[in-house]
Every structure is written in C-alpha cells, then in structure tokens.
C-alpha cells in the first residue's frame, strides 16, 4: 500500500503547484480597471493572493523531486508550502475554495502519517552552501530596497511595509500603476532572490549517501576480499570502475553497487564469508534505511539465498549460468559435435591458443590487435557495450584476469577471450572475434582455457548467464516470470537472448545453474526494473539516441 500510497503523494505536491501558479497568472502584466476589481478582490487581497500562490507553487514543484529522493527537508518544506496555499485560497474565498482546502489539508495529513519514509538528510557541505545561497538572496533584497528608495520611487514606501512585503509581494501593492520597466525591475529582482531559495532548497535536498562507502575505494582491499570471498563469478566485476563500494566496518565484507534513483544495486552476492555474512546483511539493510534507499541484488547464486530470506528480500529468478565441471568435460559425444568441427576447422587453418603475458613488453603486439578487434566489434555491434553487470577489457589493469588469444600463423589474432577469477575458477567474460578471422577460433580457445585452468586444480569454469533464461519456476507463472519470458521470446532486436544462449548451450556445460535477483522490500516493482536497465546502460536516453545516430551515418559512409 505504501508503494502505491508514496507516489500518489509526490504527484498530488507535483499537481498542487501547478494548480497555484496558474491561478498566480492572470493578474501580473495587465492594467486592472475598477470593474475587474469589483469582480474579484481589492488591491491589496489581489496581491497578497498572488504572491502566497506563486510562492507555494514553485515551492512545491521543487519539493516533489527532493520528494522522489525521500529528502527530510523536502518533507519539512512541502508542509509548510501546504500552509502557505490554505492561507492563499482562504484569503479570496470562492466556490472551489473548500475543495482546494481539502486538498491541501489531506496532502499535510498524507505527509505526516508517512514521515517515516522521508529521512534522508542533506550532506554537511550542501547545508553551508545552502547557508550562502539565503545570505545572497537577503542581499539581493536589501539592494533592492536601496535602489527603490535612492533611485526609483520613494512612494514604494519599502521601510513602511517592511521586508516581508518586499520578498512576497515586492511592492507590488503601490506599484500596479507603474510603468512596465519598473515591473519588469521589480520581477527580475524577485526572480533572482527566488532563484537563490530554490537553489538553497535543492541543495538541502541532495542525496546524503556516507561518502564513506562511495569515495577513494581500496581497490587492492577490494580485490584481496574478492579473491578471499568471491564465490559469485560476478565477484570480479565489483574491480571495474563504475562501481561504489559499501564495507563493513565489524567483518571482512564487501558489495559493490551504483545508485539508480532510490535503488541501491548491487553487483552479485554479498563478498565476506558465510559466518559473517548475517553481521553484513545486517550493516548492509541498516544502511540503506537510514539513508531510504531499496536494496536489489543482481545475478545472486542460491548460496547465499537463506541467509537474505531472513532479511526479508524477495527473488525472482534472471536466467541460467552455463557451468562446466571440468573434472567430467571433454569434446566427446555428439553434444559437443559443433564445437568440435569448429575446432578441428581452426586447427586446419593454423590456428593456435596463447595465454597473453601482459606484463611482458612483447605482448603489446597482441595487446593492440585486440584493441582494434575489440573497437571493430563495437562497431559491428551497432549499440553501446553494456556496463556494470558485464566486464571490459582492462587492458591497463589486467590484475588476475587471464587473457588467451587464438593466434594464426602470421602471428595475427584472430580472437580473444578474457577470463575473470573466482574462488572455484574462472568465467569467460568477454569474447571477442575479428569479422573477417578464421572460424573456430573461440570454441578454441574456450576448450583449451578451460583445460589449462583443469591442469592448474581448478574445479569449475563459467561462460556467464544466459538473461531471461527457463525464467518460470513452475505451470503457474508469475506475472514477472511472463513479463521475462515474454522479453525473452519476442525481443530479439533489443537484445537477442536466444542468440547468445545457444552460443553457450552447443558447448553442452554440465550444468545449468539458476541465476536471481534479490530484492527489498517486496513485491518487485518498477523502480527494481528501471534499477536493472538503467544500471547496465553507459547513456541516458538523448545520449543513447545520439549513438545510434552517429552509428548509421557512419554506416552510410
């Protein structure tokens, strides 16, 4: 109820303002006669009328966006607004008026039987800059009561009416016969004293994250944990550089995670040993209350599953992870028939498997052909790589990722596949292969990674999640589990599922591993969705658009 009740608040703040400042309008630039009066108000009502309505609007517009941050002042200034707009209707009383009276008065109701939901506070830097915002906006209207008194009109009588009538009304009341640029003077001059509140405003209302957790990261103590603890294959990811970092500060724990509204999103399972992790879902949770955010755990293995069960997160399942026992996998039998032809077909054409030192001054050679099949790729790919929840190349930063390139014998690469580590052994995080390359070279140079990694002890290898994947858990799915499969089965221009499952299935793995999000508080929801996406995307919308643009002209080329 609550989930529904929220956004009904901010929109009715959101419309409430809208609502003031039209009727704020009307009067503003126009001659009033005697008969208009009569109709409406007298002169002074009029304008007070105007300015408790236009203040209240703007301040409500502002607010409903420090409402969707789940900002304290946001909630604080939104029932003062509130006040404000009964004062302003109750000043001109007509027949709407215990309507919008009403209104306003559930709104206030609304928004303190709901406190509990806006807590998040302003950050210590953005209330001093705040604090200079206000002194700037006092100094604008004590030069304009100097101006209007030295140099304009003497008969604005400022010091009579006293400051609050020029910061709400700015002597509007003595001035509706003026001339136009005495108007104009007298609204630039409120503009810009209301320019510096909402400026102020809005600065109060920033996200107040504990930059703690989001600032100058240990990368080397997140890799050590990772190293230690990453049992997810995802763990390696939490190294790339799009993502914040939230530590514990009573155990030996990680998560890695980026903000996308008021979802904190999470890059895999929790990092720290399963005895300390209920002391780090504990941390984790406490964390995001204080600071109103949603928790959403991406591509989470059922390891850890109980232990957010007792948090109370809900999941719901994001594909299946092509897994290979390499103590059992081999290129017999006719599962693996098409990987096979493929490799004996790189084989034929001199094809053969390096694992790339990068360390060494000599493998700058291989390291530049990759960039360049790695840009010709993207270009063929025609749509922006996805971050977050997938890997780069690094190739500035390799640390403990494996790099096997499959090599001809002109000493060219053909293909490359960069294998990330975790604790039980790697995942084939990214493949890429020249357009214009032998065939086969990556079913090479997966067999033959695999089988090194096999030599070295490890027990397992990964070639990642196949998205959207055997979804449904049972006959009756959920209506998310439809909302996937049906993404899966129909939206292949977006994103082709299909095409890169059946890359991973004709290596037949030993397995299927299901994949999940996990998600607090329930029920999943579109702020969890849009957290999913946005996450993944490099660009906004007109940035994206952008991209494509740019794509197709060169395409034209």
């Known amino acids: 109820m609550k989930r529904i009740l929220i956004p009904f608040i901010i929109a009715l703040v959101f419309l409430s303002g809208l609502r003031n400042i039209w009727y704020s309008l009307p009067f503003r630039y126009i001659d009033l006669d005697e008969e208009i009066l009569n109709r409406t108000l007298n002169m002074s009502e009029l304008t007070l009328h105007h300015a408790f309505s236009i203040v209240s609007g703007v301040l409500m517009i502002v607010i409903a966006a420090g409402l969707v941050k789940r900002s304290y002042v946001a909630w604080i200034i939104s029932i003062f607004a509130a006040t404000i707009s009964i004062m302003g209707h109750l000043i001109h009383i007509h027949t709407l008026t215990p309507f919008y009276v009403f209104i306003d008065i559930s709104l206030i109701l609304l928004l303190v039987?709901?406190?509990s939901h806006f807590r998040r506070m302003p950050l210590k830097n953005h209330s001093l800059r705040a604090i200079f915002y206000l002194g700037s906006a006092f100094l604008v209207i004590f030069g304009y009561y100097q101006i209007s008194i030295q140099l304009l009109d003497q008969s604005l009588n400022i010091s009579?009416?006293?400051?609050?009538?020029v910061i709400l009304l700015n002597g509007q009341a003595n001035t509706m016969q003026a001339s136009l640029g005495i108007k104009i003077f007298n609204d630039t001059v409120l503009f810009i004293f209301w320019a510096f509140i909402v400026g102020a405003i809005t600065l109060l209302?920033?996200?107040n994250l504990n930059r703690l957790f989001t600032e100058n990261p240990n990368v080397e103590k997140v890799r050590s944990l990772v190293l230690k603890f990453g049992f997810n294959p995802m763990s390696y990811l939490s190294l790339e550089n799009d993502k914040l970092y939230f530590f514990s500060k009573e155990v030996e724990g990680v998560c890695s995670y980026t903000i996308v509204?008021?979802?904190?999103?999470?890059?895999?399972d929790i990092i720290c040993s399963e005895g300390d992790a209920n002391e780090f879902m504990h941390e984790l949770t406490q964390f995001a209350e204080e600071n109103a955010l949603d928790l959403l755990l991406m591509n989470i293995t059922d390891d850890y599953i109980h232990i957010y069960k007792n948090f109370g997160f809900?999941?719901?399942k994001c594909g299946e992870d092509a897994n290979f026992n390499l103590s059992e996998y081999s290129l017999k039998g006719g599962a693996v028939a098409k990987v096979r032809a493929a490799i004996n077909h790189a084989v034929k054409d001199g094809l053969y498997?390096?694992?790339?030192?990068m360390a060494k001054e000599e493998s700058q050679i291989y390291i530049k052909q990759m960039e360049q099949i790695s840009k010709n790729w993207l270009m063929a790919k025609g749509s922006p790589e996805l971050?977050?929840?997938?890997?780069k190349n690094n190739f500035d930063a390799p640390y403990n990722r494996r790099y096997f390139c499959a090599i001809d014998s002109e000493d060219k690469v053909n293909a490359y596949v960069v294998f990330n580590p975790y604790l039980k052994g790697y995942i084939a995080e990214i493949t890429r292969r020249d357009p214009n390359g032998k065939a086969g070279a990556i079913e090479m140079i997966i067999y033959e990674a695999f089988m090194k990694f096999k030599e070295e002890g490890y027990t397992e290898c990964t070639m990642g999640l196949s998205p959207l994947y055997n979804v449904s858990s049972n006959d009756n799915p959920s209506v998310n589990e439809k909302v996937f499969t049906y993404l899966y089965d129909h939206m292949t221009q977006?994103?082709?599922f299909k095409s890169l499952h059946h890359a991973k299935e004709k290596f037949a793995p030993t397995s299927w591993e299901s994949r999940f999000y996990a998600f607090k508080p329930k029920p999943f929801s579109i702020p969890f969705a849009s957290a999913i996406i946005r996450s993944q995307m490099p660009y906004n919308v007109l940035e994206l658009i952008k991209f494509f643009i740019d794509t197709k002209r060169k395409e034209m080329r």
């Open 387 to 391: 971050i977050f929840m997938l890997g």
């Open 494 to 496: 977006l994103y082709d």
């Open 261 to 268: 509204g008021n979802v904190m999103a999470i890059c895999g």
């Open 353 to 357: 498997v390096k694992e790339i030192d």
């Open 205 to 207: 209302m920033g996200s």
């Open 160 to 165: 009579t009416n006293g400051i609050f009538q």
């Open 113 to 115: 039987f709901n406190k």
């Open 314 to 316: 809900g999941f719901l």
